[in-house]
């Protein structure tokens, strides 16, 4: 899958069948000018890349879906796709997908890094970017802009959905954690975030580890906890970080408990069944009970014979997104969507309550879930992985007491 969508894809248009059936330059430019281009940037190598992977498939099932309804404004939607790899990449490819490609808007990025690369291009060129998978506080902070906007959650709400069910088990106050943290933007932004949480509950580290990348081995940690012996070890990995370090905990035998404050479902189901354990915070799964929750899964399931995790929720209802808002406007100019999207537009995003961009810091307004790992005897198959805990905040609850605090560091408006 990666290597055909390591090249530049045209998807979904009329271009790409002009292109497929030969038909000479005019007709490619003339149904190009027809289509309404959306750019998607998302990592396909790398330690992010099978996360990358159900991004493309949420976001080409949405395609498909608004085409085969009347596309936008009666237009096609066209996806231009790139494999993002890294920071200085990534910032390359947003410039020419806004610059060569023409696109109205982008979509996509898992990489904290990357994905602030891509909204200072987007900021610069004054084009739309919704980031499904990047969850750094600082881009919501003093690196947010009025053209970036976030539907994945920010780490203050992937460390108050799982907090909260911490709390209630009495693993914080009194407690000694043990944490691994990703070496780059997000792991750092994520470590911040779960500390201020820990300390403001009555907790305290017994240390916390940064992990490289690209580490495969977990062997000097694990020993060095099985020495610490702490109360709760402490993810705040990222992709496929997760999926070793929880096949090497089990591998192990370490008894302590364990949770997450960043997660992806696709990075449990690759760890196997049996090496899985916890409580993990997760902005969407496919658990979720609402009638769009289980629409989308059927659709997912048999469009690719496997469930939707949480990474292809957030491409996939961003193009919804967008294809509704420029069908509301009437208009595929960026600005117009960017402020469209900023007055508080509300949208189904398959939760219980509808969501809506705050204008401080256009983040997503929402709820966020915890879910418990099952144990191996109660699985029904491989992706029978963990049990619903519940929503964060609670139904009567402001959406807004999860998310980072408004203290004044973004100066968007």
């Not at 977990?218 to 993810?235: A, E, G, H």
């Not at 899964?297 to 014979?305: I, L, S």
Request: overall charge neutral; hydrophobic content about 40%.
């Amino acid at each position: 899958m990666s290597a055909c969508l390591s090249r530049r894809t045209l998807l979904q248009g009329a271009g790409a069948s002009a292109l497929l059936a030969g038909v000479g330059m005019p007709a490619i430019v003339k149904a190009q000018a027809d289509a309404v281009r959306i750019g998607h940037l998302t990592p396909l190598t790398g330690f992010l890349g099978p996360l990358g992977e159900y991004a493309v498939m949420g976001v080409k099932l949405a395609a498909e879906e608004i085409n085969a309804a009347g596309g936008v404004m009666g237009r096609k939607i066209e996806l231009v796709m790139e494999d993002s790899v890294n920071p200085q990449t990534a910032s390359a490819k947003a410039e020419r997908l806004i610059e060569r490609d023409k696109v109205a808007m982008i979509i996509g990025e898992i990489s904290s890094a990357s994905g602030l690369a891509i909204g200072q291009v987007a900021n610069r060129l004054k084009a739309v970017f919704i980031n499904t998978g990047c969850n750094s506080d600082a881009m919501r902070g003093a690196n947010c802009n009025p053209y970036m906007f976030h539907i994945e959650a920010a780490n203050s709400m992937y460390v108050q959905a799982a907090g909260q069910y911490l709390l209630r088990e009495n693993l914080v106050k009194g407690k000694k954690w043990y944490s691994l943290t990703a070496d780059y933007a997000f792991g750092h932004d994520l470590l911040r975030v779960a500390k201020k949480f820990m300390e403001a509950h009555g907790g305290q580290f017994a240390a916390d580890e940064l992990v490289p990348t690209d580490a495969a081995d977990f062997s000097p940690y694990l020993l060095k906890i099985r020495q610490s012996r702490p109360d709760l070890v402490v993810s705040n990995l990222a992709g496929n970080q997760i999926t070793n370090f929880l096949k090497q905990y089990t591998e192990y035998g370490l008894q302590f408990p364990v949770a997450g404050f960043g997660f992806d479902t696709v990075v449990a189901w690759g760890a196997g069944k049996g090496n899985f354990s916890g409580i993990w915070p997760l902005v969407w799964h496919h658990l979720v009970d609402t009638p769009s929750a289980k629409k989308y899964v059927d659709a997912f399931q048999k469009k690719y014979g496997k469930l939707p995790d949480n990474q292809s929720w957030g491409d996939y209802n961003s193009l919804k997104i967008v294809a509704q808002s420029m069908n509301e406007i009437k208009s595929a100019d960026p600005q117009k969507l960017a402020e469209h999207l900023r007055k508080g537009a509300k949208f189904d995003v398959m939760k219980a309550r509808e969501a809506y961009f705050r204008a401080y810091d256009n983040q997503m307004m929402m709820e966020m879930y915890a879910v418990r790992a099952k144990e191996p005897a109660k699985m029904k198959d491989q992706w029978d992985i963990y049990e619903a805990l519940g929503s964060v905040p609670g139904a009567n609850e402001d959406l807004e007491i999860i998310a980072p605090p408004k203290d004044g560091t973004c100066k968007i408006g």
